[in-house]
T-cell receptor
């Protein structure tokens, strides 16, 4: 089954304790992206990757790191989480058009993170 | 910061009514996507519009991309309780060197009462 998986689905942690949220897709998609969703703000893009070893900042990259060592995986790293990073996080992947544009994204089920 | 203004933010209607959701911006988009999200799940793509003036239909849902590619609308005819959910628009900024950078609207929460 074609899917995007995220782990963990729920996480409660404390300020400053490094954590990683994993994201994996089995559709051989070039493009992967991380978003956070907060009430009233919609989805905001954190980082995205157009292909292996190619990553770029979205609108809200501060406090996050990513890596794309393999095509299928795109982990999100919070080196020193803070309470303002409490949010619902989504990973997504997509094929790229022949022109190199994102066409349609498939989203994972989400990771609800609480930082106390 | 590019903005994608989505309206209304909340909509509560009776089954059988029609409704329209709007996404507006001052920026030109290469493409615009519409998603539907249910509680506890990730957004699911409904449609992508690419050409100015394009109209796409998905059963009772009609999507339109503005001629200038700065706005889009989603019209639902004879809404049903199963249409309840959060509707999101997302645009790819035209001319940007960042071809993977997507801007989302704030979302429209739709409730259709039986």
């Amino acid at each position: 089954e074609a899917q995007v998986t995220q782990n963990p689905r729920y996480l409660i942690t404390v300020t400053g304790k490094k954590l990683t949220v994993t994201c994996s897709q089995n559709m051989n998609h070039e493009y992967m992206s991380w978003y956070r969703q907060d009430p009233g703000l919609g989805l905001r893009q954190i980082y995205y990757s157009m292909n292996v070893e190619v990553t770029d900042k979205g609108d809200v990259p501060e406090g996050y790191k990513v890596s794309r060592k393999e095509k299928r995986n795109f982990p999100l790293i919070l080196e020193s989480p803070s309470p303002n990073q409490t949010s619902l996080y989504f990973c997504a992947s997509s094929l790229l058009t022949s022109g190199g544009f994102v066409y349609e994204q498939y989203f994972g089920p989400g990771t609800r993170l609480t930082v106390t | 910061t590019q903005l994608l203004e989505q309206s209304p933010q909340f909509l509560s209607i009776q089954e059988g009514e029609n409704l329209t959701v709007y996404c507006n911006s001052s920026s030109v988009f290469s493409s615009l996507q519409w998603y539907r999200q249910e509680p506890g799940e990730g957004p699911v793509l409904l449609v992508t519009v690419v050409t100015g003036g394009e109209v796409k239909k998905l059963k009772r849902l009609t999507f339109q991309f503005g001629d200038a590619r700065k706005d889009s609308s989603l019209h639902i005819t004879a809404a049903q309780p199963g249409d309840t959910g959060l509707y999101l628009c997302a645009g790819l900024i035209h001319g940007s060197s960042n071809t993977g950078k997507l801007i989302f609207g704030q979302g429209t929460t739709l409730q259709v009462k039986p």
